[in-house]
């Protein structure tokens, strides 16, 4: 008798706290856990990261691995600019300097936050930062890795921490598109700054449209779809038109719709393709960028207001 | 004194559990060790203390996650009467209880963590959750519990008296 009662109690107990901190109620004693906790954690995530070497194999492992994560960097970095570029020249070849946007985010202004924590439950995607609300951060607020790709927003800002939504996380979802002009990197060709394909092979023959007395072909508009966030899969670029033309290697950007993202954030790569019979809509897989499972320092990007935070009262 | 330990042992553990333990996700998941913890307590050490361990475990776990407050204090209460049900053993050892009570805690705060978030307004994928993180999570809680249950189990008071007249194999676990 004396556990039923007590069962009841705490269901209730919990269920009131639960309801307090979705209003936000409890917001101090989280923050004030964290203030206590994140230099334990802070210390021990140091401690701590060379076991991620340790984890993934054997000592020399360790070395390639970063290796790996230091050219996953400076390909980031090279793929931002790509796509920085594509986003640049597509604006241009739509005219958009006629609605004054292609110039939106030169002021960027960023702020560095340190991840103190990752989520552990495993049902979400989530890190915390050590930069709050008095530090100008909010919830909504787009967060991009120290390359500069998009990883997620703020979900939760407490006074001096806050939660970021990661892209892969299942609650995400972000407007986004691939812009099909140069995302046809596949098929052993290479991905060069410019947004060209270097064919490793011999010259291709010219075709007829190809010759330097034809015009220039329009530029093809953007594909766009949602990248969703998916425990299984990573990130999944949905809702793309079945009769879009995309293939792995295609830089995935934000289209910047719904205002809630700056439009040209890079997102990821498609790595595969998935179209169904039937299916009204395509699918693909993204790679994210950066990787989203070892984030160690973070940039707030807090002069852009998203929609949502604009349409707040 | 004893619950100040539970809980400074609790908030060790769940810093941990955010920290380190993000590193180390065989079968793509971490182990939960305040849960491992929780459990632990409950069977070792018994009801009584359990019934104030088993929450305080829940609100701490909260308090240094993303999740809202409460959803650890609700999914962790299944501990106290598993604990309970699983001390109806043919042998005399805490070891086998702790591990089936580990599992069955675990899946039991997969599901209301699944059905908490969505009652939250937060989107759930069932199926995957319960096949990519549910159901991994049994197994490595499990995998994980002789290193919270053992220091325990060592440094407990024995709880066996009221067993000493029934006819248990005796077990140095």
Redesign the interface.
Known sequence: MR?IW??AT??F??????????QNA?DP??NA??TV?AP???T??D???P??DI?EGIADRGELVRDNERLRDENETLKSQVADQQEKDLLIQQLTDALQIQSQRPDDQLVVANV?????????R?I?IDLGQSDGVDEGMVVLSRNGSLIGTV??AFQDFA?IRLIND??SAVNAQVNVSSAQPGDGGVLTPGGQEDEPSATPAPSPEASPSASPAPPPAPVRGVAEG???DGIVLDLLPPESAIGPGALVVTSGLGGNYPPGLLIGTVTEVEQRPQAPFKKALVEAATRL??LDTVLVLVNFKPARLEAAP | VRYAVAAVIAWFLAVLDVSVFPYIHPLGVSPDLVLIFAVSWAVVRGQDEALVVVPLCGLIQDLLTSDPVGLSIIGLAPAVPIALAVRMRAIETDFLPTIAAVMGTSACYGVISMALLGFTGQDVAVFNSLLRVVFPALIINALFTPLIYLPMHWTAPRQTAWLQSSARLPSSL
């Open positions: 556990l007590w069962l705490v269901m107990v919990g269920f009131v706290t639960l309801l307090l901190s979705e409890l004693l989280k856990t964290l906790s334990v954690e802070d021990f995530r401690a701590a990261s076991l991620s984890y103190v924590a990752e989520d552990p439950s495993g049902l979400k989530s915390a979900s939760l939660w299942p609650e998916h425990l299984r499972d070892s």
